[in-house]
């Protein structure tokens, strides 16, 4: 029940294309969902979050959609630029335990010129 | 960048040693996090501090321990070394009841290397 699911692996997207990602979780007392992105030897660094109060969370070209029902969330990015090409992760958690991030597997992204 | 520091940035260990990893928070910040990552996977939970105190625990064992010091930086203790604890160890603060809840700041992690 603590795991959140990450699709796909990779991803290989055209500059000015839109890049989507796909997770999934299970445990219904999940209340805070962030996205990370990484680059290589950086740690993970906040992109976007969103609570499941609302379906759809958007700051300049990262957009969340979130599906209570289904229990599924997306990162959507939009115009994807080379200098987006890094590895993404989604995390579920409890507001309440908010320091205790459950993360996706990763999706390496690569924005192509 | 984070403000959040790591040292070592690397280090080779053998099975059954022991390791010390250092960690300095963001300025303000009073709670630190541990992570590890393994090649290719999301980070995990290992522990998080709070005025000084283990707050909360994910699926490690015993031998995956902490301190916190008074000025809020951390350290994370890793005894009798397997091979399977060869990851990047990440360390992210936070300001436990802040107004933006839920957001960790990560340093850039120390890649611990066991042979």
């Known amino acids: 029940q603590q795991q959140v699911k990450q699709s796909p692996q990779s991803l290989i997207v055209q500059k000015g294309g839109i890049s989507i990602i796909n997770c999934a979780y299970e445990?219904?007392?999940?209340?805070?969902f962030p996205w990370y992105q990484q680059f290589p030897g950086k740690g993970p660094a906040l992109l976007i979050a969103?609570?499941?109060?609302?379906s759809e969370k958007k700051e300049g070209r990262f957009t969340i959609s979130f599906n209570k029902s289904a229990k599924q969330f997306s990162l959507h990015i939009m115009d994807s630029q080379p200098g987006d090409s890094a590895t993404y992760f989604c995390?579920?958690?409890?507001?309440?335990?908010?320091?205790?991030?459950?993360f996706g597997s990763g999706t390496r992204l690569l924005v192509r010129p | 960048e984070t403000g959040v520091t790591q040292s070592p940035t690397h280090l080779i260990k053998t099975r059954g040693q022991q390791v010390t990893l250092r960690c300095s928070s963001q300025?303000?910040?009073?709670?630190v996090s541990w992570y590890q990552q393994a090649l290719g996977q999301g980070p995990q939970f290992i522990f998080q501090?709070?005025?000084?105190?283990?707050?909360g625990r994910g699926n490690f064992p015993p031998r995956f321990s902490g301190l916190q010091f008074p000025n809020y930086s951390s350290e994370l203790n890793v005894n009798a070394l397997e091979l399977d604890d060869s990851a990047l160890y990440l360390c992210?603060?936070?300001?436990?009841?802040?107004?933006?809840?839920?957001?960790?700041?990560f340093g850039e992690g120390s890649r611990l290397t066991v042979l």
């Open positions: 992210a603060s936070s300001l436990l009841g802040g107004g933006r809840s839920g957001e960790l700041f």
């Open positions: 445990n219904t007392a999940f209340d805070y």
């Open positions: 969103i609570r499941p109060d609302v």
């Open positions: 995390a579920a958690t409890r507001m309440d335990s908010s320091y205790k991030l459950i």
């Open positions: 300025s303000g910040h009073n709670t």
């Open positions: 501090y709070y005025r000084e105190e283990e707050n």
